[in-house]
T-cell receptor
Framework: AQTVTQSQPEMSVQEAETVTLSCTYD???????LFWYKQPPSRQMILVIR??????QNATENRFSVNFQKAAKSFSLKISDSQLGDTAMYFC?????????????FGRGTQLTVWP | EPEVTQTPSHQVTQMGQEVILRCVPI?????FYWYRQILGQKVEFLVS????????KSEIFDDQFSVERPDGSNFTLKIRSTKLEDSAMYFC??????????FGQGTRLTVV
């Protein structure tokens, strides 16, 4: 069974600073995707970044980057130059690429607050 | 940019009533999903749907729930005889196999 663990229920960071959100996962699969989704107060789920497990290079999307450690099954999200609009719940998620079902497994989320 | 759309954005219903939540997935996607999120809690998988049938369902998705793709574009979730604990945000998502899921903006269901 796949599990995703986010050990930080809440984080806070000052505007313009850098923050890292942690995620670990457990799977016996070797071929999978990992994602970070953002859920602002509007509660919409917005894809922030994705990482393919077979790629060694860490994914980057503007101010967002990941540190993917496959052996350690760790997938952290770094937000640089934090902005007030980054305030949201962040969910780490996993999908088994070998499955045809495409079901996402989510962590419990980390509430990030960016303060001025 | 194509997106998943859900209607209504907010539904209030009396306990015991039936509700239908509607979704229009992205047109070239083949896989459709329903997830729910009780306020302040994690996102929970309900069901996946492919090739006009359920491909996987969770333990939450009991006989009270059903899904349908009635006309080739809409994807609906029906909840029969709603209970107070069904109050949650319900998300529809769609995707191609092995790629990320794209979520709708959600339907907030309140059972009173």
């Amino acid at each position: 069974a796949q599990t995703v663990t986010q050990s930080q229920p809440e984080m806070s960071v000052q505007e313009a600073e850098t923050v890292t959100l942690s995620c670990t996962y457990d799977t016996s699969e070797n071929n999978y995707y990992l994602f970070w989704y953002k859920q602002p107060p509007s509660r919409q789920m917005i894809l922030v970044i994705r990482q393919e497990a077979y790629k060694q290079q860490n994914a980057t999307e503007n101010r967002f980057s990941v540190n993917f450690q496959k052996a350690a099954k760790s997938f952290s999200l770094k937000i640089s130059d934090s902005q007030l609009g980054d305030t949201a719940m962040y969910f780490c998620a996993f999908i088994d690429r070998g499955s045809t079902l495409g079901r996402l497994y989510f962590g419990r989320g980390t509430q990030l607050t960016v303060w001025p | 940019e194509p997106e998943v759309t859900q209607t209504p954005s907010h539904q209030v219903t009396q306990m015991g009533q039936e509700v239908i939540l509607r979704c229009v997935p992205i047109s070239n996607h083949l896989y459709f999903y329903w997830y729910r999120q009780i306020l302040g809690q994690k996102v929970e998988f309900l069901v996946s749907f492919y090739n006009n049938e359920i491909s996987e369902k969770s333990e939450i998705f009991d006989d009270q729930f059903s899904v349908e793709r009635p006309d080739g574009s809409n994807f609906t979730l029906k909840i029969r005889s709603t209970k107070l604990e069904d109050s949650a945000m319900y998300f529809c998502a769609s995707g191609q196999v092995n790629t990320e899921a794209f979520f709708g903006q959600g339907t907030r269901l309140t059972v009173v």
